[in-house]
């Protein structure tokens, strides 16, 4: 199984400031995805991270806002821009070796709060 | 229409008692796999067990089994001799669409264990 590192693992930020939240895997993977866990709700993916080239967004979230690399098969940032209160959550990233692979990890989590 | 259904908000099950998590879910791919993850109050995801829609067999690891129904499009989750360690959150995923590897989650279920 992968094993998964994300930093930071929580932090408190003001309103109208970013976050980069850093990914980093023990072996290169396929893909890489990240998601969002509002409180007491369940994960919303945010964008498939693709390697070499932008992201792929799901339905209501953008670039600007959610902006994402990813350099190579090991490693992903998600930043969260001109932060406000709603953006309060648990960000994860989350890898598959392989397209079909019947296994996908998540990492540990980044528990962001948006004062 | 949901995707993935998860009917029990919350269980509570007296310790070494069996536990089943409900989950049923709607695709018309007839190539998709079935994931469950426990998420204790850390935050992390942790990866249980897996289905694929081909599989014959109901999927097993350790104290963990999936009811695989799927004339009924259901998934549930049985957990043998639960533990006290065992009281988290429960989702049901579903990925559709091979080589599109993202996960739809369901709202969750609070397992409870009682000693």
């Known amino acids: 199984s992968a094993v998964i590192s994300q930093k930071p693992s929580r932090d408190i930020c003001q309103r109208g400031t970013s976050l980069t939240i850093q990914c980093q895997v023990d072996?290169?993977?396929?893909?890489m995805f990240w998601y969002r866990q509002q409180p007491g709700q369940s994960l919303t993916l945010i964008a498939t991270?693709?390697?070499?080239?932008?992201?792929?967004?799901e339905s209501g979230f953008v670039i600007d806002k959610f902006p994402i690399s990813r350099p190579n098969l090991t490693f992903s940032t998600l930043t969260v821009s001109n932060m406000s209160p709603e953006d309060s959550s648990i960000y994860l990233c989350?890898?598959?070796?392989?397209?079909?692979?019947?296994?996908?990890?998540f990492g540990p989590g980044t528990r962001l709060t948006v004062t | 229409a949901q995707k993935i259904t998860q009917t029990q908000p919350g269980m509570f099950v007296q310790e070494k008692e069996a536990v089943t998590l409900d989950c049923t879910y709607d695709?018309?791919?007839?190539?998709?796999?079935l994931f469950w993850y426990k998420q204790p109050s850390s935050g992390e995801m942790i990866f249980l067990i897996y289905?694929?829609?081909?599989?014959?067999q109901n999927a097993t690891e350790g104290r963990y089994s999936l009811n695989f129904q799927k004339a009924r499009k259901s998934a549930n989750l049985v957990i043998s001799a639960s533990q006290l360690g065992d009281s988290a959150m429960y989702f049901c995923?579903?990925?559709?669409?091979?080589?599109?590897?993202?996960?739809?989650f369901g709202t969750g279920t609070r397992l409870t264990i009682i000693p």
């Open positions: 695709t018309s791919d007839q190539s998709y796999g």
């Open positions: 995923a579903m990925r559709e669409n091979f080589g599109n590897e993202k996960l739809t």
């Open positions: 072996s290169q993977v396929t893909m």
């Open positions: 991270a693709n390697q070499g080239s932008e992201a792929t967004y």
């Open positions: 989350s890898v598959t070796a392989r397209a079909g692979f019947s296994e996908q990890y």
């Open positions: 289905q694929g829609s081909y599989d014959e």
